[in-house]
């Protein structure tokens, strides 16, 4: 009996024991969660799931429109109802838009991995991705790039009008744009600089912030005043000579987008590259020798940038790290082959790792989240 005794008091002390320790593991736990997680609506994510919405102008559409009905990348997850975001108006939602040469599929992909990227950050807010109709020759691509910005901006500015007389909610939008889709997103600030409605005295809206990875615009193209005499028609010229030679019309697609930047945006970051395959060797070949705004950064002389309090620039070379499929989906990514077929790979060279690199033996992982982690840290220290 006494051995009983005993035995039942061992048990308790043993329970008591690991209750407390469970209790004082849960208190450390909530110390140490990001805030950005603990004061998030339960309704639009959890500590592990980023939710993702899809807004589509392929088919060459009027505005953009909610995708619908549709499953994210590899039927992950299901794309959520734009929709929400205009009742719920969360305190941050972010949008992104794909480069060139993407279908709706890797448009998809595309979004996956930025949502997996912010998620290995442990920054948990809305996702919306526009896909749209980049897999086009490169001149036609560009043209349909400049005319989505008016509809990627129109999007913007009723979701935040929406919030603000509707929900009395002041919402940030933040624009995360890669390669060719930098286009995109300044032709939409443009169309937000011209807008009356945008810049009227009730809303006297601002974008949050801004992000170019890899922006595949030309580097005077930031300028606040006019930039024609840069763009006159001429054959492409490269560092390693352009197989096959490409001829640039100076069609009118490019344009000063400064005023719109320094006007729209508090915070504007361009992460430049000097070490990018597809900026330094192929850009120049299609833009008859000109440079890329993601490659060194804005043009040095002949253009007046913005004020240097709204635009900045960070070199982020190091953070694209010498893996060879970004999408873990064709080998090889896009400018890390020459036309001989050899293929080689280093530090920042791969023009699709801004965004981060999945596992190529397990898709669903990251092997790195490339450049989004000084994404993140350059969100956080906006505030």
Known sequence: MTNYLVKIQSLKLRKSTTALSTGFFLVLLLL???ANILEFNNAWATPTEIPVY?????GDREQA???EEELGYNDKYPLRDINELYTGCPEETAIFVHGWGNDHYKAKERLDRVKMSLENNSYYIPLVGLSW???KDWDPAKLVAKENGPKLGQFILEYKETCKHEQNKDVKVRLLGHSMGSRVILSALQHLYENPVWNNNTNNFKIA???LMGAAVDNEEVSTNSIDHFNYPAWGYGPLGCYPSHYYTGNGVKFPYGNAIAGEVVKFYNLINPQDNVLEYIYPCFEGGDGALGEDGKQK???SPPPGYIYLE???QDEIKSFRDADAMEGWDFGLCNIFGSCLVNIGDNHAGYIGFRNPT???LLADGGAMNIVVEQWQSDG
């Open 65 to 67: 429109e909610g995708v």
């Open 209 to 211: 912030s801004v992000h």
């Open 362 to 364: 397990n898709p669903n």
């Open 54 to 58: 899809m807004l589509t102008t392929r």
């Open 314 to 316: 960070e070199d982020i």
């Open 32 to 34: 140490f969660i990001p």
């Open 301 to 303: 002389s002949g253009i």
């Open 133 to 135: 109709d980049s897999n």
